[in-house]
């Protein structure tokens, strides 16, 4: 596929088997009203928001049910309208318990935010634009949930000059951005042309993996004007990894310990765009998102619209249930999501899939020793030496480690799924990071 | 020949002896002066380097006792006797100290506690913790059984029994290093003379406990009505009051409804059961589709 | 919600027997296996040219070597408890290799002394496969060749039986150092051709240079091998001899002569490239080649013994801990550390 500009190639990535076809064709379904949401507090990365509902509360759809703990922070809201139950446990989808808010529904479902619609943006400060998405509690939502308006408020000293659009999509078996692109083409150039308003850019890329083409035809007709450019991608793991698609895109680089600021650059998913085109124009703020909940034991793979508080256990009924055994259950995809052990754990901002996999299909982790075939360092893209650094941290060498740059690892999985031995690699380097996390702490605790 | 080989084995003589001189020369003169009391110190020292004391080695600490006069008792890995005579060799009594042991406040064995997945990762309880849930047991607040803490022990005194770690109070010498490692902060050291335990960390609602453990605390108090003076509540957790710590009898005494109240031999003996189920496998098989 | 489950008759994924790891949650299918199944066909041309040459000796020595070194690595996991590990076929491929090293005249105890050597010391002692620092099969060659010397240059010309000390290739450049006229004859074309197709006197599968090369074509398509360290191994010793032919032509014969007789074929291929034995970088897999094959070039050319492609294997296997350490490769975005500090300038860059 032709490309509109110059692209480059990052180093290494892998070609899982992608698994989208059961349910890239299949249209996206508003998941029918549940009696009762429990709402996870904490959805966002930094500080945890503090609830501001009483039990026996009556809320609308829409309404503020915990503000933010700080300035790198997101507030929560209702799903539907109803009345406020306990403060509930639900199991985390990083593991633990985390304490979510118990809505019932009242069935009627009526709006009730106390967001005014800003219909004419264009027109309009970019500070009221900028607060309007810190109130709708919007967050990146292709996995790492970091609150929008940070990443829209680089600090003056950081010229950014490109807004990059996430639209890749690299995660095997993921069909939630596809189909948002598709159906709601419109609303993700809007957010996107108003994140270019506040950033004050006119240079505006949406990368897009090419195994979309219906994806990128519909955008290609409407992009020119909101101002974006559509650049298709080669399909490679992690292409939507944020330093692989600013390099993809821009030959920019960002330096090891970096941000994407700091070559100029602001990167959202396509989701938060349109999230933010609704918390403008609509004054909605953000209380469902389009996720995919597929596996090849899902009765019916496909993309759902969930509000957030559902749990998998309802996610999986819509789609009809389980017809083979499943031996996982992901949130996210096959490459960076998280394993469960219940079904209670429920959708949040960040939950982009719900991923089922048989026996046969998911990884088998030994404890075999390296075998340094080096497949994992020709294919890291980060370009570690994923091998002979798990070696460092098996004899708890963390120091050597992070003279390795462990800590650079995003933990993409690619070396892992190379692995000829398969060793757990990912689980190495997490621990790894911890220790050295730890450790950092601990000397700043000294200093101070 | 000959000749030959006695030459060569001349110069080899030679340039050894000359060496040897040499180094000996630079042993001597740049020898460090050491105090032979620090030497006598470091001797009576178990010499374990186990860092209990605080210090970077036996060594170092011996250094301190003689030139900082750092008190022996510090180290927990000393016996009372080797204590006097360190006492003999400083001129300086040893302060008093109890003898401690770690205690894994756990009884949950992979046979005796609820599974909720099977764990297929690096087998180390650290490393586990970082996984999503931890681990493949349903409580979040017990023991992994990965043997962090066996790993950790210099002196050996912790055992897997059944995917739960069991102390030998005959062999720990109370360093604390597995009190450090332990992913859930389930170790505490206590006095040795301590004969029952409560073997639960959960933090569970009471009703769950249940679910997951045979052996769980519920928190109904009814040890704590027996003697309010030896059992007592610590952070939401029923403890023995270790300042004032029962009789082994008083297990029977109470009846504790779960037995999680447990004398400490009659808990190691437990764990040492015979599993009734198999334990789970690190790496599982795969199992057979289910046919629809 | 339960009811409503029960009620539509929907099955749901059972808790308690869901699998928890990390990601990643798919691999690519590949195991230690699949990769030691694939340097087995790999080795087959080599393999067959070896039965092809030398016949039943072939077989023979074949035959003992694989058995050995499996039986070798079976008892060692059953004496020391640990999970049988013949199933990754490694012990096959070393007692494949080590047996198309030995000449064709090995008797059997020798075919046992290198495979035990090679599986047990220098593999299973350090810790098994991934742990071992020397290739196994190169260090049980060397093994032999320092302790069991008259066997292990009982040459015979191929497909004959009569056994003639000294009438390989290399044995011929010491038999006629000092005539260039007769340098010159030895690096012939016919004289060259013989060697490729490998139809002269050596180890069982060293000597044909077109089935080795066949197999690690192979290897590299497969991508099994760095193809960096035959590559660089072979520079080397081409340029190497090179040079040292053109500057003194009665000392050793052109470079093709070099490349083409003795181990240099089978070493730069299968042995050299021995994953667990050499670097992890590209670069220090060119570095890795180049110093095997100055090693090699002067074992050969000044040395006291004809060959030396697998001591300077052995050599190099214990550099490699530097090389690696030398050879690091810079992560992604290693090279804007400065840059980044200055950020970009509105319009700099479009
Ligand atoms: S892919 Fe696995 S076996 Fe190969 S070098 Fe990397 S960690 Fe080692
Ligand atoms: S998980 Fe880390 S080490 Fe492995 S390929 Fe990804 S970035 Fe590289
Ligand atoms: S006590 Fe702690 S460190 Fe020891 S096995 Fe249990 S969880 Fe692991
Ligand atoms: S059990 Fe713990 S405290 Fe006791 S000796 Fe071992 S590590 Fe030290």
Redesign the pocket.
Known sequence: MNSPIRTWRFHGGVHPADGKALSNSVPAQRAPLLERYTVAIQQNIGAPPKPVVQKGDTVKKGQLIAEPGGFVSAPVHAPTSGTVGDIVEVPGANGGAIPAIEIISDGKDEWGSGLDPIPNWKNTDREILKKRIADAGIVGMGGAAFPTHVKLSPPPEKVIDTLILNGAECEPYLTADHRLMLERTEAVLEGAAIAAKILRVDRVFLGIEENKPDAIAALNEKAGQYGVTVVPLHVRYPQGGEKQLIYALTGRSVATGGLPMDVGCVVQNVGSCAAIRDAVVEGHPLIERYTTVTGTPVANPGTWILRFGTTVEQALTFAGGVKARAAKVIMGGPMMGFAQTSLGVTVTKNSSGILLLQWKETAEYTSNPCIRCGRCVRACPMKLLPGPVSVMVESENYDEAEKNYVMDCMECGVCTFVCPAKRPLVQHFRRAKAEINAKRRAAKAKQA | MLITILVSAGVVAAVGLILGALIGFTAKKFEVQTDPKIEAVQELLPGANCGGCGYAGCADFASAIVTKGADPSGCSACSDAMLAKIAEVTGKAAGKKEKMTAV?F?SGSFSRSARAADYNGILD??SA?IVAGG?GKACRF?????????R?CPFGA?E?RDG??VVHPELCRACGK?VN???????RLVPASAPIHVYCNSLEKPAKRRKFCKNPCLACKKCIRTDENHMQMQAGLVRVNYSNPPEASFVEQVKCPTGALQVEEIHRKIAALKPVEPAPKAAPAPKKEESK | MSEEIEKNNIALPEPGSLVLSTSPHVQDGDSIARIMAKVLICLLPAVAASIWFFRFDAVRILVYCASFCIFAEYGWTLATRQAATIGDYSALVTGVILALNLPPGAPWWLCLIGSVFAIIVVKELFGGLGQNPFNPAAAARVALLVGFAGPMTQWAAPATGSLVSGATPLGAIHAVQGSADAMAQLGAPDNLMKLFLGNVGGSIGETSALAILIGGLGLMAFRLIKWQIPLAMIATIFVFTGIVHLAAPGLTPGPLYHILSGGVMIGAFFMATDMVTSPITPLGALVFGGVIGVLTCIIRIWGAYPEGVSFSIVIANALVPLIDRMCYIRPFGWHSHSVSALNIRRGEIK
């Not at chain 2, 490692?181 to 170790?187: M, S």
């Open positions: 894994v756990c309880c650290r913790s681990g017990g023991c992994l059984g990965y043997g962090s803490c066996a950790a912790i897997i739960l770690a597995c490692v332990c992913p859930r902060k389930l170790i």
